[in-house]
């Protein structure tokens, strides 16, 4: 089993940039593949960016390509997600995902999910 923690959401102005970070509680974190997803209100929960076992291979939404990147480091137990570019239709609660099945964008292949963290941006 996993247990996701998402950091680092808070309130920025268009343009501006952010870092979140998902810490898996886990001794077999290589196993998983990470994923990000979000859902702004009135929408449902929606794909970001994810992340292989490895580290190798990065997946990206297209309203986010260009703008986000997704690191994960393995010795930290850690991915983030670098935010650049920030717009108002970003704004939603995001939330970090561990998955055990083989990598998809689908939120119902996700096993373990951390509690979100919001992120808000100001036009």
């Known amino acids: 089993q996993a247990q996701v923690v998402a950091s680092g959401g808070g309130l920025v102005q268009t343009g501006d940039s952010l870092r979140l970070s998902c810490a898996a509680s886990?001794?077999?974190?290589?196993?998983?593949?990470m994923g990000w997803f979000r859902r702004a209100p009135g929408k449902e929960r929606e794909f970001v960016a994810g992340?292989?076992?490895?580290?190798?291979?990065?997946y990206y939404a297209d309203s986010v390509k260009g703008r986000f990147t997704l690191s994960r480091d393995l010795a930290k137990n850690t991915v983030y997600l670098q935010m650049n570019s920030l717009k108002p239709e970003d704004t939603a609660l995001y939330y970090c995902?561990?998955?055990?099945?083989?990598?998809?964008?689908?939120?119902?292949?996700?096993?373990?999910w951390g509690q979100g963290t919001q992120v808000t941006v100001s036009s």
């Open positions: 995902a561990a998955s055990l099945s083989n990598f998809t964008t689908s939120r119902w292949t996700y096993d373990y």
């Open positions: 886990t001794r077999t974190f290589s196993n998983y593949n």
């Open positions: 992340v292989s076992r490895s580290g190798d291979r990065t």
